[in-house]
DNA sequence: GGAATAACTTACTTTTTTGTAAGTGCAATC
DNA sequence: GATTGCACTTACAAAAAAGTAAGTTATTCC
């Protein structure tokens, strides 16, 4: 087999650099279906502190994958959501998930 | 918009377990063509070092994703391979790196 | 007007992950 | 028989990620 130039290493790499750790996937996850509140991604994903995600939104806002939106008439009102661009993750995502819904079964089984 | 079940969350926390981390992905990249050696994949991932490399090989092992391989006649050669199993993340890869080079190509026009 | 809620911010600590560097055993090659 | 390459292992250090807890500002709701 011959020695493939290291290319798609980079690309893997570029992913992870956007979309690693623990909590960024699971943020996009909930925003799949529309914009959510700040205290809503809160209780969706039990287990984060504010701090956190706070600090992944923001990350995830500057390389504009996500959008902050105030609304000025009902105050303390932000919503997050994908941007256009954003929404390219989704097919990331999925397969994603089907993986590991398939992976818990698997491991339940054994 | 109704608040879904958190449902996906365990399926996505799932997946990040298994294949989170800053070099799985990669080293699950680079095997998709076929088996590769201990050395091969040293070759192939730069920057990585060796006792990282064992260490991740070893946690894909134990999660039955990774094979590895002795081969007797000619000693020290030992190879790693997906499982026919390890073989379903191949779909969860491919995407992955897709985004990846249009995320690339995207950051470099802005 | 007092309490509660929302969306943050900050200082600090802990934990987890990753890296460095040196060393082992063994076989093939010079 | 000395050196080299391969597949590891170990002890230790550094860096990165994540968590805790308290506080801030402003706004509804009773």
Known sequence: ??????EGTIFVQTTLKILGGKWKLLILWHLKDG??????????IPGIAEKMLMQQ???LEKDEIVNRSVYKDVTSRVEYSFTDYGKS????????????QAHLKRIERL
């Not at 914009?35 to 969706?44: D, I, Q, T």
Request: proline content about 13%.
């Open 57 to 59: 939104l923001r990350e």
């Open 89 to 100: 993750i989704i097919p990331v995502l999925k397969p994603l998930c089907d993986w590991g």
């Open 1 to 6: 087999m011959p020695m493939e130039q290291p």
């Open 35 to 44: 914009a959510r509140r700040f205290s809503e991604l809160k209780k969706l």
